[in-house]
């Protein structure tokens, strides 16, 4: 089992900056890949950004490229999301997902990838 909690979810206007940190427990060594997805009121989830837990392969969504960037803290056990030049089509609440099952790399964006999730936090980018 891994326990995933996200962090640092909140208000900002656009233009502004936010960082999302989620703090991954319990089996993390088996951790393969940990990825972040949000979802906006009447949306499907969609794919933002993810990272293997090596940290040797990165990928982003063609909407947060250049603005988002992913990262990983192997001491801490710990991924983060640093969001810059937020948009007010940015705000959705945002999930971290932790994948224990190995697969080709561009199949990271599918949510059915990943076996573990946290319990989102909210983003709100007002205009």
């Known amino acids: 089992q891994v326990q995933l909690v996200e962090s640092g979810g909140g208000l900002v206007q656009a233009g502004g900056s936010l960082r999302l940190s989620c703090a991954a427990s319990?089996?993390?060594?088996?951790?393969?890949?940990m990825g972040w997805f949000r979802q906006a009121p009447g949306e499907e989830r969609e794919f933002v950004a993810a990272?293997?837990?090596?940290?040797?392969?990165?990928s982003y969504a063609d909407s947060v490229k250049g603005r988002f960037t992913i990262s990983r803290d192997g001491a801490k056990n710990t991924v983060y999301l640093q969001m810059n030049s937020l948009k007010p089509e940015d705000t959705a609440v945002y999930y971290c997902?932790?994948?224990?099952?190995?697969?080709?790399?561009?199949?990271?964006?599918?949510?059915?990838?990943?076996?573990?999730w946290g319990q989102g936090t909210q983003v709100t980018v007002s205009s």
């Open positions: 319990g089996r993390t060594f088996v951790m393969y890949a």
């Open positions: 990272i293997t837990w090596s940290g040797r392969s990165l």
């Open positions: 997902a932790a994948a224990v099952r190995g697969f080709i790399w561009q199949l990271a964006t599918t949510p059915e990838r990943y076996d573990y």
